[in-house]
């Protein structure tokens, strides 16, 4: 399980300059720190962030369709209701940070890493996940339905109302997690490995949903 960064441990950490204004659509950001920013409502779709670093910043609603995040670092941030659809996000890095009401649905997630986060009601819907970690999270109503994920960890967080219906798995392990609460998807489990604690668990359901009738 990797360790995550300091703001001085990345390798553009020397280039970063401080972003004072707001965030436009079709903006182009490189190398830029958000340190203590509050957006509200901002129209920042198509946008690119290229090696930017967010510290304590605030995104409040706002659309971000199909922006993206590239080489990113994240620390303390708050998303609260904000459209980030088909965005696309690549070797990103988010710590100690929230996410509530925030629509993902059918985005690009490639190695990123969620250290200490809570995500509340967060919309993967149709998303594709591939090298994605969520480590000590807690994810309270998280939607993965028809989502696909690959080679996706759950190492110590844990998962309430937890939605994969239909979504599509490989090589996803969910042996770590911490609590495996899921509100549908069971029949969606093909592909991931659990442990035998978990398999205990879920059992009923997984009965429930193959037709079994189980009598005393």
Same mark, same amino acid.
Not at 114 to 123: A, E, G, R, T, W
Not at 177 to 183: C, D, Q, R, T
Not at 200 to 205: F, G, I, S, T, V
Not at 206 to 214: F, H, N, P, S, Y
């Given at each position: 399980?990797?360790?995550?960064?300091?703001?001085?441990?990345?390798?553009?950490?020397?280039?970063?300059?401080?972003?004072?204004?707001?965030?436009?659509?079709?903006?182009?950001?490189?190398?830029?720190?958000?340190?203590?920013?509050?957006?509200?409502?901002?129209?920042?779709?198509?946008?690119?962030?290229?090696?930017?670093?967010?510290?304590?910043?605030?995104?409040? @609603?706002?659309?971000?369709? $199909?922006?993206? #995040?590239? +080489?990113?670092?994240?620390? =303390? *941030?708050?998303?609260? &209701? !904000?459209? %980030?659809?088909?965005?696309?996000?690549?070797?990103?890095?988010?710590?100690?940070?929230?996410?509530?009401?925030?629509?993902?649905? @059918?985005?690009?997630?490639? $190695?990123?890493? #969620?250290? +200490?986060?809570?995500?509340? =009601? *967060?919309?993967?819907? &149709? !998303?594709? %996940?591939?090298?994605?970690?969520?480590?000590?999270?807690?994810?309270?109503?998280?939607?993965?339905?028809?989502?696909?994920?690959?080679?996706?960890?759950?190492?110590?967080?844990?998962?309430?109302?937890?939605?994969?219906?239909?979504?599509?798995?490989?090589?996803?392990? %969910?042996?770590?997690?911490?609590?495996?609460?899921?509100?549908?998807?069971?029949?969606?489990?093909?592909?991931?490995?659990?442990?035998?604690?978990?398999?205990?668990?879920?059992?009923?359901?997984?009965?429930?949903?193959?037709?079994?009738?189980?009598?005393?």
């Amino acid at each position: 399980m990797s360790r995550p960064r300091e703001r001085a441990d990345l390798p553009f950490a020397a280039h970063l300059e401080p972003h004072p204004g707001g965030l436009v659509a079709s903006g182009d950001y490189d190398t830029a720190l958000f340190d203590g920013n509050a957006f509200d409502e901002p129209d920042a779709g198509d946008a690119r962030f290229i090696e930017c670093a967010f510290s304590g910043a605030v995104f409040t @609603g706002g659309r971000y369709r $199909r922006a993206r #995040f590239s +080489d990113v670092w994240m620390h =303390s *941030v708050r998303w609260v &209701g !904000a459209d %980030l659809g088909e965005t696309t996000w690549l070797d990103a890095e988010m710590i100690a940070s929230a996410l509530a009401g925030i629509q993902l649905f @059918g985005a690009e997630v490639t $190695r990123v890493v #969620f250290h +200490d986060c809570k995500l509340d =009601s *967060v919309n993967f819907r &149709g !998303a594709t %996940l591939r090298e994605v970690s969520f480590v000590n999270c807690r994810m309270t109503e998280v939607d993965f339905a028809g989502a696909t994920l690959d080679q996706v960890t759950f190492p110590g967080s844990l998962l309430e109302g937890t939605r994969f219906g239909k979504a599509k798995m490989s090589k996803v392990d %969910l042996t770590g997690a911490a609590g495996l609460g899921m509100k549908d998807g069971y029949d969606s489990l093909a592909g991931a490995t659990i442990s035998g604690g978990q398999l205990m668990e879920l059992a009923p359901m997984l009965a429930e949903t193959l037709g079994i009738r189980v009598a005393d």
